[in-house]
């Protein structure tokens, strides 16, 4: 069976900044876990960050841009927290690379795991194309990630596959 990355706080662990978790619809929760073997982690929980902490968003540049040491990622708190970010995306990718993963689901908007939109760095609330850290380093290591919004679009790839 193929096996996925998938974020943790979509799989009902409250792993979030706030402690809170996500959700994946129930007919794609079914269909992952009746099709493959999710491998479930959090970036941030890995790196060593607590839950709850402060909200951080990548200020001025999305997650290529944190790898490349030209963005940071920062706690509404004024906070620096780019170097757990960016061990958090080490681990997710050390993960897959020792368990051979190649596709992922990961929380969509978040500085982590956003596969199409983040915030901007402002803290208003305002989404804008980009990915996070975690997802800008595995897709630079050929590992395709999904949101719990594309699941569909994962199915279809390995069905093809299969």
């Known amino acids: 069976m193929v096996k996925v990355l998938v974020s943790s706080c979509l799989v009902g662990n409250k792993v979030r900044y706030n402690a809170s978790c996500l959700s994946i619809p129930e007919p794609e929760l079914h269909w992952l876990k009746s099709n493959v073997d999710l491998v479930v982690f959090c970036p941030e929980v890995s790196a060593g960050l607590p839950t709850p902490r402060a909200p951080a968003e990548i200020i001025t540049g999305k997650g290529v841009d944190v790898l490349d040491g030209l963005a940071n990622v920062v706690g509404n708190d004024g906070i620096d927290v780019t170097t757990p970010f960016v061990s958090g995306a080490e681990n997710a990718l050390e993960l897959c690379q020792?368990?051979?993963?190649?596709?992922?689901?990961?929380?969509?908007?978040?500085?982590?795991?956003?596969?199409?939109?983040?915030?901007?760095?402002?803290?208003?609330?305002?989404?804008i194309d980009g990915s996070g850290v975690a997802t800008a380093l595995l897709e630079r290591n050929g590992i395709k990630v999904y949101s719990q919004h594309t699941i569909a679009k994962l199915q279809s790839t390995l069905e093809k596959q299969s």
């Not at 969509?108 to 915030?119: A, D, H, Q, R, V």
């Open 98 to 127: 020792k368990q051979q993963i190649k596709y992922a689901v990961l929380a969509e908007g978040s500085p982590s795991c956003g596969s199409s939109k983040i915030y901007d760095g402002t803290f208003n609330g305002i989404k």
